[in-house]
């Protein structure tokens, strides 16, 4: 695709030196600084200082919006109740009255998902972190951690793999075709999936957001592209705006997800 | 990179495809600012949140406990109130029909007392004007019969002159006429 849009980019007339002929070069920026440590090479990259600094914004939002609670709330803080009370709602329709301890570490998920997200589509940081997978991976072992650390503290170890490897009312042959199913789906395929389904959303939704925008910047200058270029414009907001309904939704869905896993290890199915 | 990198195969073009493995560097700097921002979130923002909370419970609580019993405060008044009413009503039913017995009952007696002394009235002027017929009859003929006896001595004085007899009648009708 890339070579694709650079060949009709130079056939059209457009300035454009291969920018795109590597995928990686959107997502994996050079160290800023680097340094050897247990035989590794260690680094700071753009896309690590756009993790900290959307989750310091994070923090900072937080801090400032508790900071001087009020029970007769603000602006500031009923926007913050507001967030909290969203994950709330998933606790209490997933989980039920017992999910309530839940909702601090769903809410965490949730804001810190939304804003690395959000900064596929922040101006002058175009990068999401959760386009790169390690942002993905551990977000997904974490919640692996939570709900297996759940499942063993409500059912007990033995109880809880039990409960995984022989669900309750299958007759006994179907287990020869359901164990394996199950432990690999339970164990292995959740936390997988969850963080597939956001790595590959956001790395998708950020090549679409630099297409479109590399588009623009190419075909507009041509001489015979610019109808393109001027589509590309135009398509921008649509982009934009497509992006930050999947940029919510992909939170939404890890943290509900993440719910789901814990109200499975509530008790034994 | 300590993981092999694995490269998406993108069949028709030479790329080398989207790196899937996580780069070490980014996956523990990231974990360490996720795992921060857990902290704070746990240490700052949810204790402070949670306890607002219970407190807005609470007040919450407390007022609907206290509008509950205020409510029903004004029932219970609500429904004094109502009986006090409904006691006076009946009470100004009582003295409005009391009144209206006294008022009929007084019309009756000054309609009675009226009718009475209305016929005694008649009675009495029916009893003066009897009396006052008869004195008058009776002073008329005493009248008369003066008149007469005088009438006829002059007569009786005058009775060979005709032309005097004719005005001795003129003259007592004269006189009469005069009298009037």
Known sequence: MTQTLTLAAAEWGGEFDGVLDDINALFDFPYLFSFEMFGEEWGINRTILIAWLMTLIVGVIFVMGTRNMQVVPGKFQSAIEMVVEFNRQIAMEIIGPKGLKFVPMLTTFFVAIFALNLAKITPFLMLPPTGRSAWPLFFAGIAWLIYVGVGIKEQGFIGYFKGVAFPSGVPWPLYIILTPIEIVSTLILRPFTLAVRLFANMAAGHILVVITLVTAWIFLPSALGWPIGVFAVVAGPLVFGFELFIIALQAYIFTMLTAVYIDSSMEAH | ?180
């Not at chain 2, 909370?53 to 429904?79: F, H, N, P, S, V």
């Not at chain 2, 009470?91 to 002394?117: F, G, M, V, W, Y």
């Not at chain 2, 029916?126 to 004195?135: C, L, N």
């Not at chain 2, 009248?143 to 032309?163: C, F, K, N, W, Y």
């Open chain 2, 1 to 180: 990179m300590l993981l092999t990198t694995i490269h998406l195969a993108v069949a028709d073009n030479g790329d080398e495809g989207l790196v899937l493995l996580p780069d070490l560097s980014e996956l523990v700097m990231g974990l360490v600012a996720f795992l921060l921002l857990i902290a704070i979130m746990f240490k700052f923002v949810f204790p402070k949140l949670n306890e607002t909370l219970a407190e807005r419970g609470t007040q919450i609580q407390g007022k609907m406990e206290e509008a509950d019993a205020k409510l029903a405060e004004a029932e219970a008044a609500k429904r004094e109130y109502e009986a006090s009413l409904d006691d006076a009503r009946g009470e100004a039913t009582q003295i409005i029909d009391e009144a209206k017995a006294t008022a009929e009952s007084l019309r009756a007696d000054i309609l009675a007392k009226a009718e009475t002394e209305a016929a005694q009235i008649i009675e009495r002027a029916q009893g003066e004007v009897a009396t006052e017929r008869q004195r008058v009859v009776q002073e008329l003929r005493a009248q008369v019969g003066t008149m007469s006896v005088e009438l006829a001595s002059r007569i009786v004085e005058r009775e060979l002159d005709a032309a005097t007899h004719e005005g001795l009648v003129d003259e007592y009708i004269q006189r009469l006429s005069n009298q009037n």
